[in-house]
C-alpha cells in the first residue's frame, strides 16, 4: 500500500505526488490538487549532507559506477559500499545504533557471503526490532524480475527491482541509475 498524507480539502489521508519546480520540493493531493508541503532544495541538501547510502555488489565495477552517480548528484552525504551484503547490514545496524539515518540501500541480488534478499530480510527484522522506519532498497541485478521476486518486492516494501541490463553502454546504466534513485528519493524523504 502506497503512503498516504492528510489533505484538509478532501478530510481523509490521500495518495500524494512529489513535485520538483522553482527551487522546491511541492507534495500535493493525487485527488484535488491540494499543496500538502513544500520544502527548500537549500533544506533538502542540508539534510542529505546528514545522510547514508548503503550499496553492495559483489562487482566492484558496478558499485564504482553507483557511487560515482550518488557523489556527482548529492543523493546523500555518505556512500558506503561492501562486496556482500553481510558487511551491508554491520554497517546498517552500526549506522541505527548511532542515530544517523541511512536513505536507501542498493543490493545486488547475487552476492557471495549473502545475498540480496537475505540481505533485505536481515534489515527488515533489525527495523521491526528497533522499531524504526523502512529504508527503501534498490534490488540491482541481471536477473530477471520472476513473479517471486515480484511477490518478495511487495513483502520487503519500499522496495523496487532494476535489471542491469545487458546493453555494454556504462552511461545508459548511470542514466537508468540516477532516474530511479531520484524517484526513490522524492517519494520516500517526504515520509
Known sequence: MKDTKYCICCDE?????VIEK??????KCAYC???LDVQKLSELKKNVE???TLVADDSKYTRRIIEDILKDNKF????ESFENGASLVSAYSKLLFEKKPVYVTIIDLNMPVM????TAMTIRTIEAQKNVSRVPIVF????KADEELKRKLEELSPAVYMNKSTDP???KLAKRVEELLRYILAEYRHQ
Open 76 to 79: 546523500s552525504g555518505y556512500v
Open 115 to 118: 545475498d540480496g534478499l537475505t
Open 33 to 35: 490538487g491540494f499543496l
Open 22 to 27: 522553482h527551487e522546491k520540493i511541492e507534495v
Open 13 to 17: 489521508q490521500v495518495q500524494f505526488s
Open 140 to 143: 540491482f541485478s541481471g536477473v
Open 169 to 171: 553502454d556504462p552511461d
Open 50 to 52: 546528514e545522510g547514508y
